[in-house]
């Protein structure tokens, strides 16, 4: 265990050096401003060779009207290590151990091996208050499945992340064989299970093929901040909070996300109908066992109209963003009344954030679903609780006709017929797995592609404006194809 020196002077502080280096960061939310951070709680990890300290810090960003809270791992290191630099968070000085070198973690191979050995139980979290004492707050839990005894090798922090930090682990078991983990630590926290963790262990346990093995996972608590970010002790009234802080599980290396097989495709004219057909079959199959693992409630009427009230919120909110969208007010409206009138499926846990991005297309052939967090910026909640499967659904289908648009945007090709033979394909796939076909109910899947499509506009005018034309085209094409009068049978609905 690692000796602490408590009362020593840090210059500058490990709040000031976060302070200054966190505002840069992708994963940092508030982007453009300034982070105000106030330390929540911090444990530790040992270094067996007992040169490195590795310290994770749990602190509320307080710059904005609420607090946010912040996982920041750290190690600290007595000499610089030119391949970390990339990674430096600062430099202060030890009023005891002198200058002392602070990086990013995750990035540190140290921090890397020694967190994937308290992942599968072979090592507790350390206190940071006192030397020699372990902290009881911070609990591992190794994959029930996962048999594999695995030691880090290498480490690499996946690139391109918006919301949390990937590291690949390059391992090996007591065999010697290769086994790659890929262990995602959780920048922004909130109080509760994340749904990453939750969803893909009910289906591993429950004997699903379509998700990576689950290696383990790390959760811990915090006292939560108050108003200013200061956290308040138990005595004074101060609550405690629990989530989860990383979640470790197979990677699985050669292989390719969907997007970028579906936009090859696209680009050669090739055929997409198999593989889009079983995705569908593999989307249901996970649909059908996240049921059957986590239960399901019935979709009452007034669920109902909350849903298709919310689609029309964020309807009015996008055309007041983009006015092009009030041209289709009355057909919008036609949809949104339409849905709530049909059958509505029972709600259950869901994908929540399901796009070509998200699956992984494997060397057999199979498609493997990553990442059940659902989407980022919404509370975790609201991530936590049943949904439509039927959203899951329209995602996928507004992922193939972005990756069409995008060829489009590109180019003066058209890929209408690619996007309509694949969108139909998945959705057989889908029928003929689940026995229930979407297409049933083309009210309720028209408003979820509306509302997705709503997202998507307001999010490209914001980010990326030159790209608005493939969802204002696509609620064109929703619009124009809907009947005007909600008296249609949805047999009559395309």
Not at 57 to 71: E, F, H, K, N, T
Not at 90 to 110: I, K
Not at 392 to 411: P, Q
Not at 471 to 491: H, K, M, N, V, W
Request: charged letters at 20%; one cysteine or more; aromatic letters at 6%.
């Amino acid at each position: 265990m690692a000796e602490l020196h408590k009362g020593a002077d840090l210059t500058p502080t490990k709040l000031e050096l976060i302070e200054a280096w966190m505002g840069t960061q992708r994963w940092y939310a508030a982007k453009g401003t300034s982070p105000s951070v106030r330390r929540l709680a911090s444990w530790r990890l040992g270094d067996p060779a007992g040169q490195v300290g590795v310290e994770v810090l749990i602190v509320a960003d307080v710059s904005g009207s609420v607090p946010v809270i912040y996982q920041v791992p750290l190690t600290y290191r007595g000499a610089p290590v030119p391949e970390l630099e990339p990674a430096l968070v600062g430099v202060m000085e030890h009023s005891v151990l002198g200058t002392r070198w602070v990086y990013d973690a995750p990035h540190d191979p140290v921090y890397a091996a020694q967190l994937l050995e308290l992942v599968q139980g072979r090592v507790r979290a350390e206190s940071s208050a006192a030397s020699g004492e372990l902290d009881d707050t911070v609990v591992a839990t190794p994959g029930p499945t996962w048999s594999r005894s695995v030691t880090v090798r290498d480490s690499k922090v996946l690139s391109g992340e918006q919301s949390n930090t990937s590291v690949i682990l390059q391992c090996v078991d007591a065999e010697g064989d290769l086994v790659p983990v890929i262990v995602k630590v959780f920048r922004m926290l909130s109080a509760g299970e994340n749904p990453d963790v939750v969803l893909q262990s009910a289906l591993v346990e429950h004997g699903s093929s379509r998700v990576p093995a689950v290696v383990g996972s790390v959760a811990g608590q915090w006292p939560e901040p108050g108003p200013s970010g200061e956290a308040a002790a138990a005595d004074e009234g101060g609550r405690t909070a629990y989530g989860h802080f990383v979640f470790a599980q197979e990677f699985l290396p050669g292989v390719e996300d969907a997007w970028r097989v579906a936009l090859e495709a696209v680009r050669a004219g090739e055929d997409f109908s198999g593989p889009a057909r079983a995705l569908g079959e593999a989307t249901a199959e996970v649909h059908a066992m996240l049921a059957d693992a986590l239960g399901t409630t019935e979709t009452t009427a007034e669920m109902a109209r909350d849903i298709v009230a919310g689609m029309r919120d964020r309807y009015a909110a996008a055309a007041a963003e983009v006015g092009a969208l009030h041209d289709h007010e009355d057909a919008v409206s036609t949809i949104f009344d339409a849905a709530e009138q049909v059958s509505w499926p029972a709600l259950q846990r869901i994908h929540g954030d399901y796009h070509l991005g998200q699956v992984l297309h494997t060397p057999d052939g199979g498609w493997i679903l990553l990442d059940f967090e659902g989407e980022p910026l919404r509370p975790l909640t609201e991530r936590s609780q049943p949904d439509q499967r039927i959203r899951d659904i329209a995602g996928m289908l507004r992922s193939f006709d972005y990756a069409g648009g995008a060829v489009e945007h590109s180019s003066t090709a058209t890929a209408r017929d690619w996007v309509t033979t694949a969108q139909q394909s998945f959705l057989d796939g889908y029928a003929a797995q689940s026995g229930e076909d979407p297409r049933d109910r083309a009210a309720l899947l028209a408003a979820f592609e509306l509302d997705k499509a709503m997202y998507e506009v307001v999010y490209e005018v914001r980010n990326r404006p030159s790209w608005v034309d493939i969802p204002l085209a696509a609620i064109e094409r929703l619009a124009s194809g809907f009947p005007t009068s909600t008296t249609t049978s949805q047999e009559d609905t395309p």
